[in-house]
């Protein structure tokens, strides 16, 4: 019986390993604290993939002649992508390579990747997945508190909260065993708040649930804090002793009142009253926000909205209070500190700061100045590649790109333009099937590393079982293309040895690792950082005397409401937004592969008002269009949903083919949460088009209607 954690979601709950002859066991490992050992059903399958039919065992190499992988040895494969890229970068510098990671490496992994692009290739050109995930509610705490860990408390604090206001979190559905911390709250008295376009599962455990367009968070933050200044509420000697710039962000909200909210949101004024009074009464308040609410372009915007109210109550650093991001993926929290993100270096560095660079360099035993500076960010590094100054050659490890990324059809043409696609990957996702060298690598109970979830809390994945013949450990492989590009100093490939270095490499940054030890997270539980010595115990809580700006003082920052980037107009008449279900996990790569998981591919989820009024019924085939892309999928009529608004899960190819690029102008996340779209039902289609030709696409539907205007009309 091995002890370890899923291989899935930031919760990272404790699970036991047992071999039973060839299979391997899920059990529960009940003595971890987060999760007391309940799993989700992606937690009790996980198994599932090992020793799966399509688990890729041997390197695939595209052959020139047939266009087709094909197997090859590795150090055929690994050999070919080494030259290649050596003569790339010699041809047109090493901006010519970029890398491409993902929050569900572990640390060591995402340090080694971050190094092997900063120290073997020389490249700027590196970034992950997760600027599409947390970034904005990092950006905001960054800004807000001069720090950025998801939860600045354990998640069981939630239980000890009085009101508990969930901004865009599904979390009965993503992270199922937390759930239970909203019952053991609501036992106690306490009020649950749930804020989000779809009366979901985790809506149904509220008191209070309010409904609003996708993309307005911002402007009902706005409208709460008139309210709660208003009723005097906000707390005047907090604010004093230990915030800066209340006065302006009082003045940002003043124009704010709940009519106008109204007008703005669709929710209507009297539960945004409703909410501030639950507020403004409380002892202690928790607002928590998700991917709703910052997957937008204005993501960040909104997150300091929420903060800002959070601040005016004078709840964070309080016991039991304050303001939390939900992080998403396994390691999104570690992900994000150990320099796979472009402007970041290890330890929570940032890359432009001398200070961080002399350090790094030096523990890595290079010069300072051979560090390239900050790269783009994930969308921005895709979109350029195979440009006039983009990259030519993109490295992908843990993400599955052309079904992820927003604006997919141009992502995959922005791919097809490299002249070389290497991806590390356990199967055959859609972008591995895209590569011309795919290098098969150990999952989750094959190999050891560590991770940092959503509270901060340093956990130990440990090695359970032997890895399939042919595979190798991403660890080995990026010290293996390291070697071959010419890396000045050698590449650990044992995880203990190569966290002990990111530890020494964290040290005295702001997500300092250098007191934690495998040994120290398998007796503890794990360790929460800041960590920065051996009889350091580690800080499960932040801000309870101080904030980590240099003056100790957290910021009220000013936002105003922008609005999404597209809105709706008479040709894309309904909002669309995106995002997950329980059975599966984002691109689907892992989970559509888990036979015990249902496989429904992507739906279309509308209210019943819509259905009918574009003449769907309940299963059958509808269109969604968008200015980017369509997607023809069955709908799935539930009176859930906002009549105005039309959802779709990304676990399948398709939804973002529909989603706009459009970026947060601080943490550069796409607008997954909100763009226009035009819905359709098929059997209207067919029976509308003219009889001589079929319409290629709805665009061209579009304009065959624009002269009838009961046709245009049909769904605005
Ligand atoms: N089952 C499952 N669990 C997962 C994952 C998974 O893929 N599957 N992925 C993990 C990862 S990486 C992440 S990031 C987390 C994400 O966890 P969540 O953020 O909880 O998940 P989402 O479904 O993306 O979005 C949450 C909710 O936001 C709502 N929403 C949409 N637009 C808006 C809006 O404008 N405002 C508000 N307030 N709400 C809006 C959606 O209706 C949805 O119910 O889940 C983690 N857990
Ligand atoms: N429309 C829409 N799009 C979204 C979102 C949304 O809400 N709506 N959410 C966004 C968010 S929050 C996220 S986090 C992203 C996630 O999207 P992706 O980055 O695509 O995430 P995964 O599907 O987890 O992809 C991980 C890939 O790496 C492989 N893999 C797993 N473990 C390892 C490993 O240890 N090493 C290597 N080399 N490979 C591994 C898996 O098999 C899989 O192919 O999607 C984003 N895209
Ligand atoms: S909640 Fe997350 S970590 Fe826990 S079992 Fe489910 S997927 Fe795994
Ligand atoms: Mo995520």
């Given at each position: 019986m091995t002890d370890t954690h899923c291989p899935y979601c930031s919760l990272q709950c404790g699970m036991s390993l047992e071999r039973a002859g060839r299979a391997l066991e899920v059990r529960p490992?009940?003595?971890?604290p987060v999760n007391q050992g309940a799993l989700c059903r992606k937690g009790w399958s996980a198994a599932g993939l090992r020793g799966h039919r399509e688990r890729l065992t041997s390197p695939l190499v595209r052959d020139r002649a047939t266009g087709e992988l094909r197997s090859a040895s590795w150090d055929e494969a690994l050999d070919l992508v080494g030259a290649r890229l050596r003569e790339l970068r010699d041809e047109s510098g090493p901006d010519t390579v970029a890398v491409f990671g993902g929050g569900g490496l572990t640390n060591e992994k995402a340090y080694q990747l971050g190094k092997l692009a900063r120290v073997a290739l020389g490249t700027s050109q590196v970034d992950y997945n997760g600027r599409w995930c947390m970034s904005s509610a990092a950006s905001a705490g960054n800004q807000a508190f001069g720090v950025d860990r998801g939860l600045p408390f354990p998640l069981e604090d939630v239980e000890q909260t009085d009101v508990l206001v969930l901004v865009g979190s599904n979390l009965v559905e993503t992270m199922p065993p937390a759930a239970r911390h909203l019952d053991r709250l609501r036992e106690r008295g306490g009020r649950v708040v749930v804020i989000d376009p779809r009366r979901t599962p985790t809506a149904d455990r509220a008191d209070l649930f309010l409904q609003p367009v996708p993309g307005t968070d911002l402007p009902l933050a706005l409208g709460v804090l008139h309210l709660l200044d208003a009723a005097g509420a906000v707390d005047e000697e907090y604010a004093a002793a230990r915030t800066v710039g209340?006065?302006?962000?009082?003045?940002?909200?003043?124009?704010?009142?709940p009519e106008r909210v109204e007008r703005v949101s669709g929710v209507p004024a009297s539960e945004l009253r409703e909410l501030a009074d639950l507020m403004a009464g409380a002892e202690r308040v928790m607002v928590l926000t998700a991917r709703g609410a910052e997957q937008h372009a204005q993501g960040t915007a909104t997150v300091l909205a929420w903060v800002n109210v959070a601040l005016a109550l004078g709840m964070c650093g309080r016991p039991f209070a304050g303001y939390g991001c939900l992080t998403g993926q396994g390691n999104g929290q570690g992900g994000r500190e150990h320099g796979q993100k472009s402007d970041q270096l290890p330890g929570y560095r940032m890359i432009d700061d001398p200070a961080a660079r002399a350090h790094v360099a030096g523990v890595w035993g290079v010069d300072p100045?051979?560090?390239?500076?900050?790269?783009?960010?994930?969308?921005?590094?895709?979109?350029?590649?195979?440009?006039?100054?983009?990259?030519?050659?993109?490295?992908?490890?843990?993400?599955?790109?052309?079904?992820?990324?927003?604006?997919?059809?141009h992502v995959a043409a922005r791919l097809a333009d490299l002249d070389l696609l290497v991806v590390a990957d356990l199967v055959m996702s859609e972008t591995a099937a895209l590569a011309d060298v795919v290098l098969p690598v150990t999952q989750w109970a094959e190999e050891t590393g560590t991770m940092t979830n959503l509270e901060g809390r340093v956990i130990l994945r440990q090695q359970a079982v032997s890895a399939p013949d042919g595979v190798r450990s991403d660890l080995e492989v990026i010290a293996e293309l390291a070697a071959r590009v010419g890396s000045p100093v050698p590449f650990a490939t044992d995880p203990e040895q190569v966290f002990a270095e990111l530890a020494r490499a964290s040290a005295g940054g702001r997500a300092d690792y250098a007191g934690i030890t495998y040994d120290r997270i398998r007796a503890e539980h794990g360790v929460f950082w800041p960590c920065p010595d051996a009889d350091h115990p580690g800080t499960p809580r932040l801000f309870a005397d101080s904030f980590a700006h240099a003056d100790g003082r957290a910021r009220f920052v000013a936002v105003d409401h922008r609005g999404p980037a597209e809105p709706t107009d008479e040709a894309f008449p309904i909002h669309l937004t995106t995002?997950?279900?329980?059975?599966?996990y984002q691109s689907g790569a892992q989970t559509r592969r888990v036979r015990d998981l249902p496989d429904t591919g992507p739906f279309v989820e509308l209210h019943p008002m819509l259905a009918a009024r574009i003449g769907a019924r309940d299963g059958e085939l509808v269109v969604v269009a968008t200015r980017r892309g369509e997607l023809k999928a069955p709908a799935r009529v539930v009176t859930t949903i906002r009549p105005d608004t039309v959802f779709v899960p990304f676990h399948w190819v398709g939804a973002n083919r529909l989603t706009n690029d459009a970026l947060d102008p601080s943490s550069r996340m796409p607008e997954f949460k909100v763009c226009a779209a035009l819905v359709t039902a098929v059997s209207r289609l067919v029976a509308s088009a003219p009889r001589t030709s079929t319409p290629a696409s709805l665009v061209e539907v579009r304009a065959q209607r624009a002269s009838d205007p009961t046709e245009a009309g049909l769904i605005s």
């Open positions: 490992w009940a003595e971890f209340l006065d302006e962000v009082r003045r940002s909200v003043a124009a704010w009142w100045d051979s560090l390239p500076g900050p790269g783009r960010s994930a969308y921005e590094l895709l979109d350029a590649l195979g440009t006039d100054g983009g990259a030519r050659a993109l490295l992908v490890f843990g993400s599955n790109i052309v079904v992820s990324a927003p604006n997919a059809t995002g997950r279900v329980l059975a599966q």
